[in-house]
Structures are given as C-alpha cells and as structure tokens.
C-alpha cells in the first residue's frame, strides 16, 4: 500500500461522539486525501490537502475536519459522529500533482457509527 | 448529481471473455480520465489512465477506449482471468474536481 498507513483499521462508536483518522505516509508526498466509500456511491472525496496546513474541502465535507500540522500525517475528525458516516474511509496520496496524478491508497479504516 | 456515470453496476464474464466497462461524463473541462482497481479489503490501485488527447491506450491486457465528441471512455480486458475479478472503477477529473464512478464488481468464471 504504497507506504501509507491508517489507524485504527475499524472502530465502532455512539452517535455524538468525537472520532479521529489518522493517515501516516513514508512517501514524503505533497499531496493527501480523504474519501469515504459506501454501496452504489463509489469514493467520494471528502478533504484534502496540497501541503503543510492548506487544506481545502471535496464534494462530501460536512461533517468532517481535517488537519495536517506535518507532511506525513493527515488527520480527519468527524465532529459529532452520526449514523451517516457509518463508511469506509480511504486515504490517498499522490506526488506531482493533485488528482490529474495517480493517487496511491491506504487499506481502509472501517468505521461503524451505532 | 453523479458527475461519472459508470456502467454496468456488475458483469460476470467466463475466463478469456472480454468484459467491457462503460463511464460517461458531462463535464468537457475533464482532462484526466483513471481507472482503478479493487480487491476486497484493499484499497483501489491504479490500473490505466488517459488524457483526452488519445482515443486508446493499451497496457498489457487492459486497454481504455475515448470518444471525446459522446464524452464516454472504455476499459476493455483481454482474455480475462479469475485474479481479474475485483470492483472497478473510472474517474475524471480538472483542476481540483475529481469524480468517481460508482463502479462495477467484476467476476471471471474459470
């Protein structure tokens, strides 16, 4: 997986509560990403980021904030967890360019929202 | 709205078939055109991509067909495997936009 790795690899917590992702690369890449993955919608793109504390929201962000205070960490916290956010969240990172780039995903963090 | 529409949603094939994926799209600002790759419990790898500049690329058994002017792009897989079943999935993108498509669980009978 391309020297990324995300943890926790599954998590179940109540509605309300705070959760925390964490994505950690050894690729020294620029740029990082966020999607989550649910049946009949593919990845959607939730946050991601082009450098050291500039980050820039995608198509699903509500919810969601992310934080990247050094290049191999990217962090992303659901706020206030809700059964909505019960997905598969993928990370990604890519080197030259943002998206028109190949982007090289992490394993995935099952996350269960009850 | 779903910016790539992929079809079909699934598609099983018998071993050296040629299963063919289809995706369009309706924003011509698009110029970058993936596809990608998933196994279970793993996360997608690329597989093949194209600029909008070519109508085909070929690598190895996988092989993306565009037609600009319908706004439609293709993966074909010649003489399919069983290790090809996996989900796959085409995106575009522009800039800062970057869509997949919902994507298509591929199964290669033996």
């Known amino acids: 997986d391309a020297g990324i790795t995300q943890s926790p690899r599954h998590k179940v917590t109540e509605t309300g509560t705070p959760v925390t992702l964490r994505c950690h690369q050894t690729?020294?890449?620029?740029?990082m990403y966020w999607y989550r993955q649910d049946p009949g919608h593919g990845l959607r793109l939730i946050h991601y980021?082009?450098?050291?504390?500039?980050?820039d929201k995608g198509e699903v962000s509500d919810g969601y904030s992310v934080s990247r205070s050094k290049t191999e960490d990217f962090l992303l916290t659901l706020e206030s967890a809700t059964s909505s956010q019960t997905s598969v969240y993928f990370c990604?990172?890519?080197?030259?360019?943002?998206?028109?780039?190949?982007?090289?995903f992490g394993p995935g963090t099952r996350l269960t929202v009850l | 709205q779903q910016q790539v529409k992929q079809s079909p949603q699934s598609l099983i094939v018998q071993k050296g078939g040629i299963p063919i994926i289809n995706c369009a799209y309706e924003?011509?600002?698009?110029?970058?055109f993936p596809w990608y790759q998933q196994f279970p419990g793993k996360g997608p790898a690329l597989l093949i991509a194209?600029?909008?500049?070519?109508s085909e690329k070929k690598e190895g058994r996988f092989t993306i067909s565009f037609n600009k002017s319908a706004k439609q792009f293709s993966l074909h897989i010649m003489d399919s495997q069983p290790g090809d079943s996996a989900t796959y999935f085409c995106?575009?993108?522009?800039?800062?936009?970057?869509?997949f498509g919902t994507g298509t669980s591929l199964t290669v009978i033996p």
């Open positions: 990604a990172i890519s080197f030259q360019r943002a998206f028109t780039d190949t982007q090289y």
């Open positions: 690729e020294n890449h620029r740029y």
């Open positions: 980021s082009y450098g050291v504390k500039d980050t």
């Open positions: 924003n011509t600002a698009f110029d970058y």
């Open positions: 194209i600029r909008p500049d070519v």
């Open positions: 995106a575009a993108a522009h800039g800062n936009q970057f869509y």
